[in-house]
């Protein structure tokens, strides 16, 4: 089998019955939201943004969310251990629960998906204070994932009833990461398909984009995937599910360690990648390393690129190309302890795809980090 390409157009629906502005926010549930906020400041560059806690009247948790341009990021502790969030933590480690999605109207987001078979996590739900309100409403995707609707046209607070601004005196400086270009989600064994079908009938969203465990496999590991995407192209979500082969799988190590289905990696887009990575890891951002050997061919394989070869080798950035331009891509090393969650910066410089030239050279580095952890 091949990879594909399929936009199918008698599939596209002529009126989306999802609209989508992109990502609204990405929540993490962490034990320790404070330090986590410290972490994301201090290493890439977010700012302080809003608070709520004790302070403003919650009783079992508390948020802070951090802003970097158009990518926010809530991050949340549970302060009791009877609660959803710290059994999250406790299943999970740290983690992503909440890809939420901007949207025009969050009371037509949960009708029209959740008659559609989407269960709901959150009935439509109206905050509102003196800055005017937020209307939100949710449903569960893979895992214990779920997408919230926010419908924020009516409110110009600094984020939603029931924060307050938080000013910090410690605010490092930004590192030109600008919003979340795609959110890829590990599924389990044979799931793949379960969930393509999943955004397709209940969000409007089509597939773009397959791979198989041939174009996705090294000599020990595969998987495969489907990138899934809605109308206007603002939100991307690949699917992956783990393929046979002759040890373990990536995604496996993923699901053995989140202890189920959940959101692998965040994409974040920069102009300057250059510029951006290399401000991350003068601040301790790990990144996977890349042989010598990749950047003696990679040449060949890309054509001309408008950046010099030296500083993408320094830094490790892998590059690809596809029909419509070119992409520079890089991955980190796991953020948390568990070998769940990482972040891929990328510059997007025409090519809308996802790096699949690089895949054998990316799958490779992470076994590289696998076997390290005994865990290949
Ligand atoms: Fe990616």
Not at 115 to 121: A, D, N
Not at 130 to 145: A, P
């Amino acid at each position: 089998m091949q990879t594909t390409t399929a936009p199918s157009k008698k599939n596209i629906e002529t009126t989306d019955f999802l609209p989508l502005h992109g990502t609204d926010y990405v929540e993490f549930y962490v034990g320790n939201a404070k330090q986590a906020a410290h972490f994301y400041k201090t290493a890439f560059g977010f700012q302080s943004l809003a608070y709520a806690g004790p302070e403003t009247g919650l009783k079992d948790k508390v948020s802070y969310v951090i802003r970097q341009n158009k990518l926010t990021f809530v991050l949340t502790t549970p302060l009791k251990s009877d609660n959803t969030i710290a059994d999250h933590i406790y299943k999970h480690g740290d983690g992503v629960k909440v890809l939420a999605l901007k949207v025009d109207d969050a009371v037509s987001a949960f009708e029209e998906t959740t008659k559609r078979g989407g269960k709901p996590f959150m009935e439509t739900t109206v905050l509102k204070d003196d800055d005017g309100e937020v209307v939100l409403s949710g449903i569960h995707t893979y895992g214990d994932t779920v997408h919230v609707f926010v419908e924020r046209k009516n409110y110009k607070g600094v984020f939603m009833p029931g924060f307050r601004k938080w000013e910090s005196n410690y605010n490092p400086a930004e590192t030109g990461l600008l919003y979340v270009d795609h959110c890829v989600g590990n599924v389990g064994w044979n799931r793949m398909n379960t969930w393509v079908k999943f955004y397709e009938d209940v969000m409007g969203f089509r597939n773009i984009l397959s791979f198989d465990d041939k174009d996705i496999s090294t000599e020990y590991s595969a998987l495969m995937s489907k990138v899934m995407s809605n109308g206007n192209g603002y939100v991307k979500f690949p699917i992956n599910e783990p393929a046979e082969g002759k040890k373990k799988s990536q995604v496996e190590e993923y699901l053995d360690f989140y202890n189920g289905e959940g959101v692998q990696h965040v994409a974040i887009a920069t102009n300057d990648i250059v510029k951006t990575v290399t401000e991350l890891q003068s601040r301790g951002i790990e990144f996977l390393n890349i042989p010598e050997s990749y950047y003696e061919t990679v040449l060949d394989r890309v054509g001309k690129i408008d950046e010099d070869l030296a500083p993408l080798q320094k830094l490790g950035i892998l590059i690809d190309r596809d029909d419509e331009g070119y992409l520079l891509q890089i991955f980190s090393k796991p953020l948390e302890d568990r070998p769940t969650l990482f972040f891929e910066i990328i510059q997007r410089k025409g090519a809308q795809s996802f790096g699949k030239g690089n895949f054998k050279a990316l799958f490779e580095a992470l076994e590289r980090e696998q076997d390290a952890r005994g865990n290949l």
